[in-house]
């Protein structure tokens, strides 16, 4: 079974590890990439901030067969 991972500035994401989320903290475009970069091959769900996913931009978040399903939350 996959884990869940989620992307973003610490105020937006820090909750989630309540939940047993993996939380990926990153406050800026590069740190946003870099998180997405070092994802660990079992992240079947990833989930990122509306600027999170601005960084990451809609090539990245495509899916495929070899990318986790990703959701973005509301602003």
Request: hydrophobic content about 50%; overall charge neutral.
């Given at each position: 079974m996959g884990t869940v991972a989620a992307i973003?500035?610490?105020?937006?994401?820090?909750?989630?590890a309540l939940?047993?989320?993996?939380?990926?903290?990153?406050?800026?475009p590069e740190a946003v990439?870099?998180?997405?970069?070092?994802?660990?091959?079992?992240?079947a769900?990833?989930?990122?901030t509306a600027e999170a996913a601005e960084a990451l931009g809609t090539e990245t978040m495509t899916p495929g067969p070899s990318r986790p399903l990703t959701v973005v939350t509301p602003r």
């Open positions: 973003g500035a610490w105020t937006s994401v820090c909750g989630l939940a047993g989320v993996e939380v990926r903290v990153a406050e800026d990439r870099r998180a997405w970069r070092e994802l660990p091959g079992t992240a769900l990833v989930i990122l």
